[in-house]
């Protein structure tokens, strides 16, 4: 138990999966989301947890709107965005007149969103995350659980954790293994080879461990350039759950690289969801993908550093035409990536 209040604005399933663990542990929990149908929904039934085997877990929160929050309510102790990317400015701007005098603001999302909240709110106010949660949004009061995934919480700037980011790791815990560190970008840059890895699995209509498993070429290639672009560039990257980014490095051995993959194929399979965040958006949500807000250099350190990275590239030019109808799910696109090999 603790006495901190959090205000999680974004109760999809990054938001929602933290906020039940957290408020099931005794936390002090506030939901507040743009979707009315969601919200309508939690304030009837509760925010539900659906397991793997079909049964909900149901906690009670408070849950409101951005246009129906209370004129009257307390200031926000520790403010928790977790919408996609490209919504963070205007969840800042919403957070700014109600944070406390001695608030925080913690960005668990996706991308690099920290500058852009800090533009708002003051840049020591500021809190930064990393997070790989495979849980999805079911429908309005319901998130299922996709497995406990890592979960970092640290400083912008790389340095220290002060005793904001520790107080809130130790609160994420009710969530599971979470860890405060001084290298979040690490992990984030690390993702890069992950999301690569998960972006390939989406051009196909098949689970995630089957095409990485029959496609380990791709899977490699896709990985091995932001893990080269961070060698190169002196970045210091961190493993998380499965994934471990240097053994896809250009130099390592078949036998290492074929191990990190074993494990990894092994996790996707041991996943409850079995297609990706990005696959879900474009075929079942029918959103465009999440986009960042921030050019955070990526691909001017590549070009520095000589890394080519059209593998991913065009994996991203082949999911947005997804999104769009111009393309369709289809094994043609694994053989088409597959003519980019060297």
Do not use: C
Not at 15 to 33: F, Y
């Amino acid at each position: 138990m603790t006495d901190r209040s959090y205000t999680i604005i974004g109760a999809g399933a990054i938001g929602g999966t933290v906020a039940h663990a957290m408020a099931h542990a005794g936390v002090k929990v506030t939901l507040v989301d743009t979707d009315a149908a969601h919200v309508a929904a939690i304030r009837t039934g509760g925010l539900r947890i659906r397991a793997v085997d079909g049964t909900d877990d149901t906690v009670r929160v408070p849950a409101y709107t951005t246009a129906d929050y209370p004129a009257d309510a307390e200031p926000i102790d520790i403010a928790v965005i977790a919408t996609k990317s490209q919504h963070t400015r205007d969840a800042a701007r919403w957070i700014a007149p109600r944070l406390a005098g001695d608030g925080r603001v913690v960005s668990l999302q996706n991308g690099v969103n920290e500058p852009v909240i800090a533009e708002v709110v003051g840049a020591d106010r500021v809190i930064s995350a990393f997070v790989n949660i495979f849980s999805d949004f079911l429908e309005p009061g319901v998130v299922s659980f996709g497995g406990t995934g890592a979960l970092s919480v640290g400083m912008p700037d790389g340095s220290a954790p002060d005793r904001h980011a520790l107080d809130v790791a130790v609160d994420f815990r009710a969530y599971g293994p979470v860890t405060a560190s001084a290298n979040v970008a690490g992990y984030r840059f690390a993702k890069r080879g992950f999301g690569g890895i998960l972006g390939l699995t989406s051009v196909v209509d098949a689970p995630m461990a089957e095409v990485v498993d029959g496609n380990r070429d791709l899977a490699a290639a896709v990985a091995r350039e932001s893990t080269e672009v961070a060698v190169r560039a002196g970045v210091v990257l961190e493993n998380f759950d499965a994934y471990e980014p240097y053994a896809f490095r250009a130099d390592a051995s078949e036998a290492a690289r074929e191990a990190a993959l074993d494990r990894l194929v092994r996790y996707l399979a041991g996943q409850p969801k079995d297609r990706s965040g990005g696959f879900r958006d474009i075929a079942v949500r029918r959103r465009p993908l999440e986009r960042g807000l921030v050019d955070d250099g990526y691909a001017a350190l590549a070009a520095e550093h000589g890394v080519d990275t059209r593998m991913s590239r065009t994996v991203g030019v082949m999911l947005g035409e997804i999104s769009s109808g111009e393309r369709s799910f289809s094994p043609d696109n694994l053989k088409e990536l597959r003519t980019l090999l060297g």
